[in-house]
């Protein structure tokens, strides 16, 4: 540009120099109690997580023993040996593997809040591996219930 020709606003804004870009804002905490409550949140989502995948391994042979009673709803002698098989799982064999007859029964029935096993539809199980033909209506359902609700001795020592 010439000294005679007069500048407009436009030349004396190209004129300007840039200013210096800012240094870039930290996501870093700024303090270090930010630092400690992160990684105290970290800790506790991992022993939630490792806390239920041990709940979870421990209650698989629930699962598979309710998978199996779906399976076979109407077969005493069957529903019969998931019991055993469930309650075999659950408890120390010393205690189980022994017990047949009314002391089945009477642990079945003490072993979970509920009761249909010694008076109940569940009495046919003790006979069922004898008579695989009987006939037991609401046997499913009770077995079902009591896999679901009963407490190994572990379980019943924690609140």
Do not use: K
Request: hydrophobic share 50%; glycine share 6%.
């Amino acid at each position: 540009m010439s000294d005679d020709v007069p500048l407009n606003l436009v030349d004396y804004l190209d004129m300007l120099e840039q200013p210096p870009a800012p240094a870039p804002v930290s996501l870093w905490p700024q303090t270090g109690g930010w630092i400690w409550l992160g990684l105290a949140l970290l800790a506790l989502v991992a022993w939630g997580v490792l806390r239920w995948r041990r709940r979870r391994r421990q209650s698989l042979y629930r699962r598979q023993a309710l998978r199996e009673v779906a399976a076979a709803p109407d077969d005493a002698a069957a529903i019969a040996t998931i019991l055993r098989r469930t309650a075999l799982a659950a408890f120390p064999r010393h205690d189980i593997a022994g017990l047949q007859g009314d002391a089945w029964l009477a642990f079945l029935d003490a072993s979970y809040p509920g009761s249909g096993f010694c008076d109940g539809p569940g009495a046919v199980i003790a006979r069922a591996p004898y008579a695989p033909t009987a006939d037991a209506p609401g046997l499913a359902a009770l077995a079902t219930d009591w896999i679901r609700r009963h407490r190994p001795p572990a379980e019943q020592a924690s609140p």
